[in-house]
């Protein structure tokens, strides 16, 4: 029989004590193979300002657990001290991987334990439900595969850096065949798939439209020299259903398809030429808005 609020549950060994639910599990994917991203990620969540105070907080991000490739993962303790949703951050010091910040929203630990209640008082909430699998784009350090076709390109404003771009890649009929996400630097790893409606063997060099994403100057917070992911973008995520839908675990948002709210897509697309199974260093991408 459960009692304390949920927090005793009978087993097969009989009455135990639960110290703490799983409020979010993150398991970070390569965007290129779909499998896990890693090892050396670092995965956290932000530490919220204490209101009426100024002063930064000394740690601005908490690390999750790390669990290896099970991924990471956040837990309700017994005092219940999470707030509705948090802030999560996706970071890889060795810059294979582009960092994601994500906007998350929990379950509330009375939502999970209410099933153990006696009488229950909320429906069990499954373990999927509480997972986020975002897809992570190829960074400048990405280790990439011999014969594929790609190129490196810095995206710029005026001349100077635009800082997290996004970049997509159409080929022959309009067909979206690469995506890529920038960092601070305005740096772009693009990877290709295919030529679009190219057939084999294809031509080489052969030409792509790139299109361009990024922040608004006019609405973007200013970069913070202290915190170098503080004006990445934080994407709003659903909260799952339980049991999850299909498009709850994989949709464009976690796979970084989607323009995020606050950019600007330039106004004319840029046609480029491409070597097959190369990857070429290119020239910046102006990126122009009206």
């Known amino acids: ?82 707030g509705a949703s948090v802030t999560v951050r996706v970071d890889d010091p060795a810059r294979r991987w582009v960092p994601r910040r994500f906007s998350v929203p929990l379950w509330t630990l009375a939502e999970l334990t209410g099933a153990d209640a006696r009488p229950p008082t909320a429906a069990p909430v499954r373990a999927a439900a509480r997972l986020l699998a975002p897809w992570l784009l190829p960074g400048p350090a990405y280790p990439v595969p011999q014969g594929v076709t790609g190129m490196r390109l810095r995206v710029t404003r005026g001349g100077e850096p635009v800082r997290w771009p996004r970049v997509e890649a159409f080929g022959e009929g309009g067909l979206r065949i690469g995506w890529a996400h920038g960092d601070e630097h305005g740096q772009v790893l693009l990877l290709i798939d295919g030529g679009g409606a190219l057939t084999y063997p294809m031509p080489s060099p052969y030409a792509v439209a790139l299109r361009t994403h990024a922040p608004d100057p006019a609405t973007a917070p200013p970069p913070d020299p202290l915190d170098p992911l503080a004006d990445l973008v934080a994407e709003p995520v659903t909260r799952s259903a339980s049991p999850p839908r299909p498009q709850d675990l994989d949709n464009g948002l976690l796979r970084g398809t989607d323009v995020p709210a606050g950019y600007r897509t330039a106004t004319a697309d840029t046609v480029r030429q491409l070597t097959v199974g190369q990857v070429v260093h290119a020239d910046d991408l102006p990126h122009t808005t009206a």
């Not at 087993?11 to 090892?39: I, K, T």
Request: charge should be positive; hydrophobic fraction near 35%; aromatic fraction near 2%.
């Open 1 to 82: 029989m459960t009692r304390e609020g949920g927090r005793r549950i009978t087993a097969q060994a009989g009455e135990v004590e639960v110290l703490h639910r799983l409020a979010l599990a993150v398991r970070p994917l390569d965007a290129r193979n779909r499998g896990p991203a890693g090892p050396g990620l670092r995965v956290g969540r932000e530490a919220g300002r204490v209101p009426g105070r100024r002063e930064r907080p000394a740690a601005p991000v908490r690390p999750l657990e790390n669990h290896g490739a099970t991924g990471f993962v956040l837990r309700h303790g017994t005092t219940g001290a999470l």
